[in-house]
């Protein structure tokens, strides 16, 4: 089955500062990847996601890249503000296939 | 935030007690999920239905049973089987069917206290 890992598993950054989250994943039948947003005791939120025709996907301050050939993407924040701290989840999944594999989780803490 | 809902918020159990969590989408979704979550962890899938009347196991099934007796609702029974069960719970949704991503959107949760 699909293992994806994710790094690092806490981010501490200044306030307007630029944050990076990577994961990696093992089934090249993937082709689905979406990252979710969790803020303390609240529901994952899909934030924003990346499907394996496109590089590249932006929308506003967040933006997502995908490197099919070594297998991995990443979660690009900019201009972090305190809103931003919570952790983010990547996860990967293959057109019509029913589950999502998530990585473990990177703790972003925005210091003001 | 979703068209999912979960109830109750939060429920307390006695050991050796069964308890039901309930999951309803409006979003016509065809499949359905359960997570389960502990602090600082990831999220471990449960259990998952494709489609009414059909759900199949996820990576940690025992101790907790499910039905899916109509498309909008999911429920999750946690068993007196379950050696370790005071968690986060998350039902999810998503839109399923042939030819389609895994966008799955994740209800408020349930956070339930064995005592």
């Known amino acids: 089955g699909e293992n994806v890992e994710q790094h690092p598993s806490t981010l501490s950054v200044q306030e307007g500062d630029s944050a990076v989250i990577k994961c990696t994943y093992s089934d090249s039948a993937s082709n689905y990847f979406p990252w979710y947003k969790q803020e303390l005791g609240k529901r994952p939120q899909l934030i924003i996601d990346i499907r394996s025709n496109v590089g590249e996907k932006k929308d506003q301050r967040i933006a997502v890249t995908l490197n099919k050939t070594a297998k991995h993407f990443s979660l690009h924040i900019t201009e972090t503000q305190p809103e931003d701290s919570a952790v983010y989840f990547c996860a990967a999944s293959a057109f019509n296939d029913y589950k999502l594999s998530f990585g473990a989780g990177t703790t972003v803490t925005v210091r003001a | 935030d979703g068209g999912i809902t979960q109830s109750p918020k939060y429920l307390f159990r006695k050991e050796g007690q069964n308890v039901t969590l309930s999951c309803e989408q409006n979003?016509?979704?065809?499949?359905m999920y359960w997570y389960r979550q502990d602090p600082g962890q990831g999220l471990r899938l449960i259990y998952y239905s494709q489609i009414v009347n059909d759900f199949q196991k996820g990576d940690i099934a025992e101790g907790y049973s499910v039905s899916r007796e109509k498309k909008e609702s999911f429920p999750l029974t946690v068993t007196s089987a379950q050696k370790n069960p005071t968690a986060f719970y998350l039902c999810?949704?998503?839109?399923?069917?042939?030819?389609?991503?895994?966008?799955?959107?994740f209800g408020p949760g349930t956070r339930l206290t064995v005592l």
């Open positions: 999810a949704s998503s839109k399923g069917g042939p030819n389609s991503y895994n966008e799955q959107f």
């Open positions: 979003l016509n979704h065809d499949a």
